[in-house]
């Protein structure tokens, strides 16, 4: 059974980085589609970036685009979120996510992913 396990939150001064990690363990990750996710208090869980099972497709929502990235290393079966730039407004726990493949492609949508780490906090402030 696949399990995920986030590191690497923290309090960052804004316009700061953080590099997000996740290790998954009991399948092969390169078999699924991946993705970060965050939710704020009060609202709804919302989608960050996501990669296609093949590597080859990323789709990061508008608000963190040009600033986060995706990855894989398929030799350790981890994800990483970098994240650059960092405002008030990225504050939330972070949650990586798998789930099947959907034949080279990624959605920013909780519902195509089944898998979910037990997220980590990510806090952007002075």
């Known amino acids: 059974q696949l399990q995920l396990v986030e590191a690497g939150g923290g309090l960052v001064q804004p316009g700061g980085s953080l590099r997000l990690s996740c290790a998954a363990s009991?399948?092969?990750?390169?078999?699924?589609?991946i993705g970060w996710f965050r939710q704020a208090p009060g609202k709804e869980r919302e989608g960050v970036s996501c990669m296609a099972s093949n590597s080859a497709f990323t789709k990061n929502s508008d608000s963190v685009k040009g600033r986060f990235t995706i990855s894989r290393d398929n030799a350790k079966n981890t994800v990483d979120l970098q994240m650059n730039s960092l405002k008030p407004e990225d504050t939330a726990v972070y949650y990586c996510a798998a789930g099947p493949s959907l034949f080279g492609l990624c959605v920013l949508s909780p519902r195509h992913f089944g898998s979910w780490g037990q997220g980590t906090q990510v806090t952007v402030s002075s």
């Open positions: 009991g399948v092969r990750l390169r078999d699924y589609t």
